[in-house]
């Protein structure tokens, strides 16, 4: 019924929530009752108000301008390296993504400032979106995250903990990708003209004070979660109070890109929230019927053991990546893997950021990549849909080894969360 109901084109959101009224009506005794329960119990939820927190600190940040001097300070220190401006890509994205919580902001926001840059210093241009788009999904992965946030209020699993986990893969995911630009670059020097500027090392730690605001800003928002001084949710606010006050002084702010941030903020956090609302509905309706408790007997007895099991997983969210958001698919399966992987002991914590890395490889999967989308807008269509996708090809290929990564050595993702909570 799912299946056809979204054929229809309908949203999402309406199809996950009649599909699941449909099941408790026809063979929950009519319980339709319970759906309300679990609706209001999901959006009454502390934890789960951070969301348009975040997305509106995101936006603020994206109409601020601080991108750019982010931009700016980093030019100078991977200059010399082969691979130049295309480093500063993935290590601006890095930044930006520690602190806007999205891997579409943070494609834009720092394509926005790239693109006609480097192009103009005489780049690859498909070289460009490739490190734009892997890099733009950094900003799922680095806390804040928002999808890391969104598993958490809907599986109940502490949100300091998640947040703290995704910081050690997050930036091994960011240096295997600058790692792949220096080979590439290397064995094929015309994809990124080497500088002729002469730098000094005063000028790079000059450029690299200019970074300070966004520093603050981290510290704002991770430095009061670690500690226990605030609450995912309170330093959210604290965050987006401090993104104003920096985004004003610093960077070039008005009061109406103020409200245009806070109108596109609702309308995300809509779009999110209905999927949200629609997902809890089937949630309640498939746990009604023991569902995931089916399926995980059903997974024991095939004989394919854990890791057999987690693999189909994989291979599941590598392809629904094709055909739905990132979000939206992990909202929509988290009613069945999530209990299916802990009934088979993998830690919550593990199983968030596995996750994620997942949904970050289908924002950079086409026809519906997300990230290749806003890129390929973004160089008015210079470089096509098509040729962004081959061009991500590497990058896709490393978050898939970084799933690999934290599969063999789950200690990456589980030391820092462990030792602070």
């Known amino acids: 019924m799912l299946v056809a109901t979204a054929s229809t084109g309908v949203a999402l959101g309406a199809a996950l929530g009649l599909t699941g009224l449909t099941i408790l009506h026809f063979f929950a005794d009519g319980a339709t009752y319970l759906a309300v329960d679990a609706i209001w119990s999901v959006f009454n939820s502390f934890t789960l108000s951070a969301v348009p927190m975040f997305i509106l600190l995101g936006e603020i940040l994206l109409r601020s301008g601080v991108s750019e001097r982010a931009y700016s300070a980093f030019t100078p220190v991977f200059a010399k390296i082969p ?76 949100i300091g903990r998640l947040f703290v986990a995704g910081v050690i893969p997050g930036l091994m995911v960011s240096f295997l ?20 500027e002469n730098i000094s090392v005063r000028g790079v730690l000059l450029g690299m004070v200019q970074v300070w605001p966004i520093l603050l800003l981290i510290l704002a928002i991770m430095g009061s979660i ?27 702010l008005t009061f109406a890109g103020l409200g245009s941030a806070i109108y596109r903020s609702a309308l995300l956090f809509a779009s999110i929230g209905f999927i949200v609302l629609g997902a809890t509905i089937l949630a309640q309706s498939v746990s009604i019927l023991g569902v995931p408790q089916a399926i995980l007997e059903a997974a024991i007895s095939s004989g394919f053991g854990k890791y057999g099991i987690f693999a189909v997983i994989v291979v599941i969210y590598v392809l629904f990546g094709c055909i739905f958001d990132g979000l939206s698919l992990m909202i929509m399966t988290l009613p069945i893997v999530f209990p299916l992987l ?26 519906v990549g997300l990230n290749l989308s806003v890129l390929a807008a973004l160089t008015n269509n210079e470089v096509s849909l098509g040729r962004a996708a081959v061009a991500t090809i590497p990058y896709w290929n490393i978050l898939l080894l970084s799933v690999v990564i934290l599969t063999l ?5 589980l030391f820092l969360p462990e030792l602070t909570f």
């Open 177 to 196: 990708f600058m790692l792949y630009i220096l080979v590439m670059c290397i064995r094929s020097p015309h994809i990124a003209p080497r500088s002729t």
């Open 342 to 367: 802990t009934g088979y002991g993998f830690d919550p914590i593990w199983i968030g950021v596995i996750i994620t890395v997942m949904i970050e490889i289908g924002q950079v999967t086409p026809p």
């Open 83 to 158: 691979g130049g401006l295309l480093h500063s890509n993935v290590a601006v994205c890095t930044l930006f993504g520690a602190v806007s919580g999205s891997s579409l902001s943070t494609a834009a926001a720092v394509g926005s400032v790239a693109y006609p840059e480097m192009v103009r210093r005489g780049y690859d241009k498909e070289a460009v979106v490739g490190s734009l788009a892997g890099g733009g999904t950094l900003g799922l992965l680095i806390p804040p995250s928002l999808s890391l946030l969104i598993f958490g209020a809907l599986t109940e699993t502490s």
């Open 409 to 413: 050595f789950p200690q990456v993702a």
């Open 226 to 252: 670690m500690f226990g001084l605030a609450t995912p949710t309170e330093a959210a606010g604290v965050g987006v109070v401090v993104a104003i006050i920096i985004s004003f002084a610093w960077g070039s």
